[in-house]
């Protein structure tokens, strides 16, 4: 596609469930960031992904949070035991090697 | 650590200025600022890396000042589009992982 592209656009789920949320890069982008950004707040990083090194997962906020990015293109962020406190929208953003970043249009997750 | 944005929110009448300002407590390799508008994904607006370059794009401009570890977003001649909310993202190179700090934002608001 042109763009980067994530899905769900919205996830509703119930606290203690897990989800999981899928990003699909530009093409070509061996870069891959996953950010969570709080209602009428900033980009929170979570994990970066380049090429075929080991990710950055300085921060994720706790050890129910992981990724993974398969072939080095799909990534998928995974929340397990979900709770209220991760109700955010989840960006995912992806570029060329410390080149510009272009960002999807999230995944807004809700936490009941 | 996370650079710090000011002013946290600008009022402006269409054809008017503003300065965004974006500081770093430690030394800058890159600078990147992007737009919000409400709901949408943080557009890309330029990147500037360190020595001091300034670039611009249609009536927005930045510079980058290296020894104030410092990065401003000039917004000349306002038009209603550039409403939104404005993020710089600073990169402090590869030994820092080569991912993106965000500020907390700044909300510009233009009125006709």
């Known amino acids: 596609g042109a763009g980067v592209s994530q899905s769900p656009s919205n996830k509703v789920t119930e606290k203690g469930k897990d989800v999981e949320l899928r990003c699909d890069p530009i093409s070509g982008h061996t870069a891959l960031y996953w950010y969570r950004q709080s209602l009428g707040q900033g980009l929170e990083f979570l994990i970066y992904f380049q090429g075929n090194s080991a990710p950055d997962k300085s921060g994720l906020p706790s050890d129910r949070f992981s990724a993974e990015r398969t072939g080095g293109s799909v990534s998928t962020l995974t929340i397990q035991r979900t709770q209220q406190e991760d109700s955010a929208v989840y960006l995912c953003?992806?570029?060329?090697?410390?080149?510009?970043?272009?960002f999807g249009p999230g995944t807004r997750l809700l936490v009941l | 650590q996370q650079p710090v944005q000011s002013p946290q929110a600008v009022i402006l009448r269409e054809g008017e200025d503003a300065v965004i300002n974006c500081s770093s407590s430690k030394a800058l390799y890159s600078v990147h600022w992007y737009r919000q508008k409400h709901g949408e994904a943080p557009i890309f607006l330029m990147i500037l890396l360190k020595g001091g370059e300034q670039k611009g794009h249609d009536k927005i401009s930045a510079s980058f000042n290296e020894k104030k570890q410092q990065s401003s977003l000039y917004l000349t001649a306002s038009q209603l589009s550039y409403s939104g909310t404005y993020f710089c993202?600073?990169?402090?190179?590869?030994?820092?992982?080569?991912?993106?700090?965000f500020g907390g934002g700044t909300r510009v608001l233009v009125k006709p």
């Open positions: 993202g600073t990169g402090y190179g590869k030994a820092a992982g080569n991912k993106l700090t």
């Open positions: 953003a992806t570029g060329i090697y410390q080149e510009t970043q272009y």
